[in-house]
């Protein structure tokens, strides 16, 4: 089955670190270029961060460059996402996704996990 | 940044009617846009990208349609499972990005 499992989300303090991983099965994760989306409590989608198959391709949103960071380990079928000095608007549910095709379309997701920055 | 809007914000409907969303885009995006489903406290997933290429196991009674700017997502005959957000996304220009969202609801 292909699947997608987030971990690392929580409440943190703003300016804190955090660091959320999605472990891959199922598919050729090494294959795969992946996303990171979030979802503001009660609000849409927003892209966040891409990465290519071999990590050596990054971006980022605006909102979060400078402050994310993206990798991978393709040895470990895990995707991860470095968050240091968080604000309160980065609270969200935070989804990895699979790429559809090498493009932003994401054809698998995992179930997210949230983060929530507050003092 | 292209924005995409998405219309109506809430559709309220029965089981059995049609549903009609749109999404417009603020300059032309040619085919490049797909669909989500998303419902509460669940992940998004893919119903059509590029437009009007349905993802595998969409069931027959979703259709996508449009290009340039403007695109449709058709239910023809709502099932009681697709009372849901539905969101569209563009790809053809960086930052991808997505629509606002319209909600599905039952009436």
């Known amino acids: 089955e292909v699947q997608l499992v987030e971990a690392g989300g929580g409440l943190i303090q703003p300016g804190g670190s955090l660091r959320l991983s999605c472990a891959a099965s199922?598919?050729?994760?090494?294959?795969?270029?992946m996303h990171w989306v979030r979802q503001a409590p009660g609000k849409g989608l927003v892209w966040v961060s891409s990465?290519?198959?071999?990590?050596?391709?990054?971006t980022y949103a605006d909102s979060v460059k400078g402050r994310f960071t993206i990798s991978r380990d393709n040895a470990k079928n895990t995707l991860y996402l470095q968050m240091n000095s968080l604000r309160a608007e980065d609270t969200a549910v935070y989804y990895c996704g699979r790429a559809w095709s090498g493009t932003y379309y994401m054809d698998v997701w995992g179930k997210g996990t949230t983060v929530t920055v507050s003092s | 940044e292209i924005v995409l809007t998405q219309s109506p914000a809430t559709l309220s409907l029965s089981p059995g009617e049609r549903a009609t969303l749109s999404c417009r885009a603020s300059q032309s995006v040619s085919s490049y846009l797909a669909w989500y489903q998303q419902k509460p406290d669940q992940a998004p997933r893919l119903l059509f990208y590029d437009a009007s290429n349905r993802a595998t196991g969409i069931p027959a009674r979703f259709s996508g349609s449009g290009s340039g700017t403007d695109f449709t997502l058709t239910v023809s005959s709502l099932e009681p499972e697709d009372f849901a957000f539905y969101y569209c996304q563009q790809r053809i220009n960086w930052p991808p990005t997505f629509g606002g969202g319209t909600k599905v609801e039952i009436k």
């Open positions: 199922g598919f050729t994760f090494s294959s795969s270029w």
């Open positions: 990465i290519d198959s071999d990590g050596g391709a990054t």
